[in-house]
């Protein structure tokens, strides 16, 4: 069964200790991936998408890169307002994204 | 440029009730899905919609219908609501793989 699992589960971090999330996918026929930031009560905010082994995107103190069974998104240097839950999504086909249940993250000043 | 919208934002049901939810797209936007994402959860995938035409179904039982309209916009039907219905109820909106999400409505089923 397709399954997208996300580590660690929560995360407490000091202001500007930079860190790493993890997403690991057991999928075939990745179409690509998705990481997302969640406020409380709110929708998602789409942060990036990576199609292929390799590659890697940035934005400000994020930075996602993908390899064959598993993507990290890097925090650097960051601060209180990067607190939320980070979401790792998988698209496969015709079915949606299918989510990880997310990392959630605590920046404390 | 106006984001995906969603309606209401907040509502209470009673068990048994019937409840419909509203989304509108992205402008330019043809395809439209829904999700649903219960507390601690990752958002779970019910329906895709593009161009009019169901493109994709979720593992969600037969209580939960939606459509799109010829203005792309969508609604989310579910019947008989339970108590575990309740749930943020995501709508978002694509022009080819990166999906665009609302606020969502939030449904407490009591």
């Known amino acids: 069964e397709d399954q997208v699992t996300q580590s660690p589960e929560a995360l407490r971090l000091q202001e500007g200790e930079s860190s790493s999330l993890n997403c690991s996918y057991t999928?075939?026929?990745?179409?690509?991936l998705f990481w997302y930031r969640q406020d409380p009560g709110k929708g998602p905010e789409f942060l990036f998408t990576?199609?292929?082994a390799g590659e890697e995107k940035e934005k400000e103190r994020l930075k996602a890169t993908l390899t064959k069974k598993e993507s990290f998104l890097h925090i650097t240097a960051p601060k209180p307002e990067d607190s939320a839950t980070y979401l790792c999504?998988?698209?496969?086909?015709?079915?949606?994204?299918?989510f990880g249940k997310g990392t959630h993250l605590i920046i404390q000043p | 440029d106006a984001g995906v919208t969603q309606s209401p934002t907040h509502l209470i049901k009673t068990r048994g009730q019937q409840v419909t939810l509203r989304c509108s797209p992205i402008?330019?936007?043809?395809?439209v899905s829904w999700y649903q994402q219960v507390l601690g959860q990752g958002p779970q995938f019910i329906f895709q919609?593009?161009?009019?035409?169901?493109?994709g179904r979720g593992n969600f039982p037969d209580r939960f219908s939606a459509r799109q309209f010829p203005n792309y916009s969508s609604e989310l039907n579910v019947n008989a609501l339970l108590l575990g219905d309740s749930a943020l109820y995501l709508c978002?909106?694509?022009?080819?793989?990166?999906?665009?999400f609302g606020q969502g409505t939030r449904l407490t089923v009591v």
């Open positions: 978002a909106s694509s022009t080819g793989a990166e999906a665009f």
């Open positions: 999928v075939s026929g990745l179409r690509g």
């Open positions: 990576l199609y292929s």
């Open positions: 999504a998988v698209l496969l086909g015709a079915d949606g994204l299918t």
């Open positions: 402008s330019g936007h043809k395809s």
């Open positions: 919609y593009y161009e009019k035409e169901e493109r």
